[in-house]
């Protein structure tokens, strides 16, 4: 049996009377690169959020590490977020603070580390980034891509044991994301990290990841390898891989309520 | 049917907002931690807060203190009493005018600018991006800022005030041409150190909490859009300078 960095079981969650995630099971296994993908709005980066202990779901359980991030304290889940690194959609950067002292806002709140270290570090992280030379400007200097680079050198700053990303690649230009998902294999496989990535990006991750999940209308429609998922049977599996507008995923966003233009 | 509850929520707000409040400087002080990092962010923020607000409470100390000559002549005058302009310029803005005025110009300067900032780093992500670095932005983003405010308040204060009495010398003494040495003299001897000095140092630090706890408290709860932004702001400067004025009442009634 393996050994599960986080297991999510029967999984419930909503936004006022709309149920995102409906009884949502999966595991993602220690070591490995998992993608968690499905069309926009579908609350991939829901399931994100519910990981880290940034949402609670109206049931079942979310376990990390082996503990429950429903059931920790205010302190106990801060002493575990510290193991998890997560790079956010839209990077996060603080604004009022330099490239170099985003990167090592971490080191400095969680670490004793000696000035020269810090810099050391802060330094190899952008320069595995390719942001190399960035260290004195502000974000607001940055292009969106540049700003994602520098809050994914953020995120693995502390050398976490789990990566959460939410769409690492969007907004990068082609020879960026081929940096960053060899960045994102080298570092979860030398450091030994699980990671999870939340994209609706099914080329990207063809190359990358070693197991996929496809959530669609609140379920997991489809789990497996992405060649695997690519011969799947699943209709609205079938669909999204291939991207097709006939299928059981509408396009139309579809609400609570019936909703048309005659109301 | 839904008349009555938005009534009911408008009436308790306050008081539901009181509360709120009174529980978030609570998590700000039991969570402080003193040490280096704590020490150089508030400096940082003092800098923003204190530094920054430094030209505008002059330049408005300075005028406040020629209009306060300029109404004090022109009303002892008719008394023959001209003499006593230092003194009843000394108390009213020692007692009153220095701390109120400085608190309610503070909150337009430092508290919006507070508010604003601390609520756009809700509405990027930055105060998410915090919590899931497992960075207590409250200890990080917020008490900073509030200690700062009630650091600087007092000094600002006092800036205001040196900066008022010199208005006052240039236009009793320079343009008007009362005797200096009767108008310090006067001040010196009827302005105390224990009563009227302190009441105004009292009610600064009094004020630098309110405008500070209110500024952090609007900005961190701020909605994440710019409409939530700004009405952070707003209430920010409308719940200081209110919470300013009354409170100025209840301690005046407590010092007389």
Redesign the interface.
């Known amino acids: 049996m393996p050994n599960n960095t986080v297991e999510i079981e029967d999984l419930v969650f909503s936004r006022g009377r709309r149920m995102v995630l409906d009884h949502v099971s999966l595991n993602i296994p220690q070591g490995s690169v998992v993608a968690i993908m499905g069309p926009s709005g579908v609350g991939k980066t829901t399931v994100l959020h519910l990981m880290?202990g940034?949402l609670m779901p109206d049931s079942g359980g979310v376990r990390l590490f082996g503990q429950d991030v429903t059931r920790l304290s205010h302190g106990a889940m801060?002493?575990l977020?510290?193991e998890?690194g997560?790079l956010?959609q839209?990077g996060?950067?603080?604004?009022?603070l330099t490239v170099f002292e985003n990167v090592a806002?971490?080191l400095?709140?969680?670490t004793q580390l000696p000035e020269a270290l810090i810099r050391r570090q802060v330094m190899i992280k952008l320069s595995s980034v390719g942001l190399g030379g960035t260290e004195e400007l502000m974000p607001s200097e940055l292009s969106g891509g540049m700003a994602r680079r520098v809050a994914l050198a953020r995120a693995v700053v502390l050398d976490p044991k789990l990566m959460l990303y939410d769409e690492p690649m969007t907004g990068l230009d082609p020879i960026a994301v081929s940096t960053v998902r060899r960045l994102i294999r080298e570092t979860n496989d030398t450091l030994d990290m699980t990671s999870i990535i939340v994209t609706h990006n099914v080329s990207q991750m063809l190359q990358l990841v070693d197991f996929c999940y496809i959530l669609v209308n609140g379920k997991i429609a489809g789990a497996g390898r992405p060649d695997q998922l690519l011969e799947s049977d699943d209709p609205g599996v079938r669909q999204f891989m291939n991207g097709t507008v006939e299928g059981p995923i509408p396009f139309q966003y579809t609400g609570p309520e019936n909703w048309s233009l005659a109301n | 049917m839904n008349q009555p509850s938005s009534l009911l929520v408008a009436l308790t707000s306050p008081v539901t907002n009181a509360g709120r409040c009174g529980l978030f400087f609570v998590r700000m002080m039991r969570g402080i931690r003193p040490g280096g990092r704590l020490l150089i962010n508030t400096l940082q923020q003092g800098y923003l807060v204190g530094a920054r607000s430094l030209v505008i409470i002059m330049i408005c100390g300075f005028f406040v203190g020629m209009v306060l000559a300029l109404q004090s002549i022109n009303a002892l005058e008719s008394f023959g009493a001209e003499d006593q302009t230092s003194l009843l310029v000394g108390k009213s803005l020692f007692r009153e005018l220095g701390p109120v005025l400085t608190a309610l110009l503070f909150a337009g300067r430092a508290g919006t600018a507070v508010a604003a900032e601390i609520g756009l780093m809700r509405a990027t992500g930055q105060i998410d991006a915090m919590e899931l670095m497992a960075i207590d932005p409250v200890q990080r983003i917020a008490l900073p800022r509030f200690l700062a405010g009630l650091i600087a308040m007092p000094l600002l204060t006092g800036m205001f005030n040196a900066l008022a009495i010199m208005g006052t010398v240039i236009f009793a003494i320079g343009v008007i041409g009362l005797d200096p040495g009767i108008f310090w003299g006067k001040l010196q001897s009827g302005v105390t150190f224990s009563e009227d000095f302190m009441q105004g140092v009292w009610k600064s630090v009094v004020f630098g909490l309110l405008v500070s706890l209110v500024a952090v408290f609007y900005g961190y709860n701020a909605k994440p859009t710019g409409a939530g932004v700004g009405t952070a702001t707003t209430n920010t400067i409308v719940v200081s300078s209110v919470l300013i004025l009354i409170f100025d009442f209840i301690m005046t009634s407590f010092f007389i």
């Open positions: 880290s940034h801060y002493e977020r510290r998890v997560v956010l839209n996060a950067l603080f604004t009022d806002t971490p400095r709140e969680h």
